[in-house]
């Protein structure tokens, strides 16, 4: 399985931005996909996830109205809806593939590269 994360960059304070998870070399329909993010000098925190044939979502309490997580069936692909973004909200972004399904947890079997999110104030 791999995964490509991509749409990261520069972005203002109350602005919005897309990322997405390019999903390749397997069969998802019984997958969790799950992005998470790392700060300089923080942990890698949760941010949110999805189950692949359900499409049940689920998200860091802080970011629940202001992040929203999808999926396109067609093309493999999650993507991150980051709107009102934060100076906070600046880190490296992961996307993770888990074959058993959703968790809040890094236990994630698959992970992309990291797409980084800079967000200005």
């Known amino acids: 399985v791999q995964l490509q994360a991509s749409g990261g960059g520069l972005v203002q304070a109350g602005g919005s931005l897309r990322l997405s998870c390019a999903a390749s070399g397997g069969s998802f329909s019984t997958y969790g996909m799950g992005w998470f993010r790392q700060a300089p000098g923080k942990v890698r925190e949760f941010v949110a996830a999805i189950a692949w044939s359900a499409g049940v979502t689920t998200y860091a309490d802080s970011l629940k109205g202001r992040f929203t997580i999808s999926r396109g069936n067609a093309k493999n692909t999650v993507y991150l809806q980051m709107n009102s973004p934060k100076p906070e909200d600046t880190a490296v972004y992961y996307c993770?593939?888990?074959?058993?399904?959703?968790?809040?947890?890094?236990?994630?079997?698959?992970w992309g590269q990291g797409t980084q999110v800079t967000v200005s104030s």
């Open positions: 993770a593939a888990r074959s058993t399904g959703v968790t809040r947890l890094n236990e994630y079997d698959y």
